[in-house]
Nanobody, 122 residues
Framework: QGQLVESGGGLVQTGGSLRLSCAAS????????MGWFRQAPGGERAFVAW????????SYTDSVKGRFTISRDNAKNTVYLQMNSLKPEDTAVYFC???????????????WGQGTQVTVSS
């Protein structure tokens, strides 16, 4: 798959929105399940959402359902995470990752980006 580079993080107030992007290099992007994970200070890396290679299937952790939307543009080799109604507990470093199979487990993902910081102020 190659390199994954996240962008779009930043500081936002409670209730605000951000859109994260993850640009992938390589020619096989559409064959990978893409996932978003997050890691809060002192915490473990936690699953947020994944999307299938075609974009037809998605899955979310319960705490973000109805607020976050994962999408992808295979022509641009990019996956997105639209985050609305942000809460202070969403504060974390967000990582995108690529896997061969649907999974909410970080160990299933073969390639990772460097992460982008999202901070939600109260």
């Amino acid at each position: 798959q190659g390199q994954l580079v996240e962008s779009g993080g930043g500081l936002v107030q409670t209730g605000g929105s951000l859109r994260l992007s993850c640009a992938a290099s390589g020619r096989t992007f559409s064959s990978y399940v893409m996932g978003w994970f997050r890691q809060a200070p002192g915490g473990e890396r936690a699953f947020v959402a994944w999307i299938s290679g075609t974009g037809a299937r998605t899955s979310y952790t319960d705490s973000v359902k109805g607020r976050f939307t994962i999408s992808r543009d295979n022509a641009k080799n990019t996956v997105y995470l639209q985050m609305n109604s942000l809460k202070p507990e969403d504060t974390a470093v967000y990582f995108c990752a690529a896997a061969r199979y649907y999974s909410g487990y970080s160990s299933s993902y073969d390639y990772w980006g460097q992460g982008t910081q999202v901070t939600v102020s109260s």
